[in-house]
């Protein structure tokens, strides 16, 4: 009788002890409404949890949504109406989404300053991945236009805190020089309202093409039309062959007759999916090993 006993309370501290895990719980409670994650002069800056609406792990993958507008227009709610689809297909496949608000670039504030708020925004994921149920090993990082280049620049400067990175359509060198394969009337109306007048230096430090190094960990998703003539796919072409020559894995989709309008192209919904289905591929995928 003792032995049966004694034989069923190590069962139950077992069955406990392997319920507990790590110690760690990650029913996290889904938080409503705007998160600020920094300050910045008078400026509060928020970003959303959107949880998973389908299948929930115990630590969700998670994707940051950064906006597109030119870097000097545009909120956060632009990314899941404008790309609801995107956004819907991820949350309902156990992804939890979160777009974020950068400062926008007027007066003093800078490009660089949109960069460091992106940046921001991750760390503080990182640091709260245990309250909202996130895995911090298994975010992504999703931009479009102005702010497909801060996802880029986000995904090469925190060098391994990115595990996947798509860009929409995402500027990858700054150039005014108008017999540039980079140029395009449009994206030199925005060179020119974010960058000083001349400033050369600015334009080399905020090209995600020539910031690319070695040290970074993330790999990378390069969405770009064939008729965008605000960005040409010459920027996602020329990221594909840097990331390759430094063994960084990049890969390239150029929809025919995508432009840079995604919302009012036919093919969108399936392009959503598309890219939805690289994700999810990607942030559930094991890392490979050192």
């Known amino acids: 009788m003792k ?25 996290a409670e889904a938080p409503s409404g705007e998160i600020i994650y920094k300050t910045a002069g008078e400026a509060e800056l928020g970003l959303e949890i959107l949880m998973p609406t389908g299948k929930r792990q115990k630590r969700s993958p998670a994707v940051i949504m950064l906006h597109g507008g030119g870097w000097i227009s545009g909120s956060r709610d632009e990314m899941t109406r ?9 949350r309902k496949n156990g992804v939890t989404v979160i777009p974020v608000t950068y400062r ?14 992106c940046e921001d925004a991750l760390s503080f994921i990182v640091s709260n991945a245990k309250k909202y149920g996130i895995d911090p090993e298994r975010i992504g990082i999703v931009g479009y236009s102005a702010g497909a280049q801060l996802a880029m620049m986000t995904a090469i400067e925190s060098e391994d805190q990115i595990k996947y990175c798509v860009s929409m359509s995402g500027p990858t060198c700054f150039s005014d020089t108008s ?16 960058f000083s007048e001349g400033d ?3 334009m080399y430090q905020s090209s995600p093409i020539i910031r690319l ?5 993330a790999e990378f998703l390069l969405v770009n039309g064939t008729d965008d003539e605000v960005v040409k796919p010459a920027h996602a072409e020329s990221f594909c062959r840097e990331a390759e020559s430094f063994g960084i894995s990049a890969e390239l989709i150029e929809p025919e007759g995508l432009t840079h309008s995604y919302s009012s192209w036919q093919g969108f919904n399936e ?20």
């Open 200 to 202: 050369k230096v600015a």
């Open 271 to 290: 392009l959503c999916l598309r890219i939805s289905q690289k994700l999810l591929s990607q942030l559930n995928s094991p890392d490979p090993p050192q």
């Open 3 to 27: 032995r049966i006993l004694a034989l069923t309370i190590a069962l139950l501290t077992a069955l406990a002890l392997f319920s507990c895990g790590d110690g760690e719980s990650y029913d």
């Open 104 to 117: 926008l670039v007027g007066g003093e504030v800078s490009l660089r300053d949109c960069i460091d708020d």
């Open 179 to 194: 017999g540039s394969i980079y140029y395009s009337d449009s994206l030199n109306y925005y060179i020119g309202m974010i």
């Open 213 to 217: 190094n070695r040290k970074c960990k």
């Open 82 to 90: 404008d790309f609801k689809p995107l956004c819907d297909e991820l």
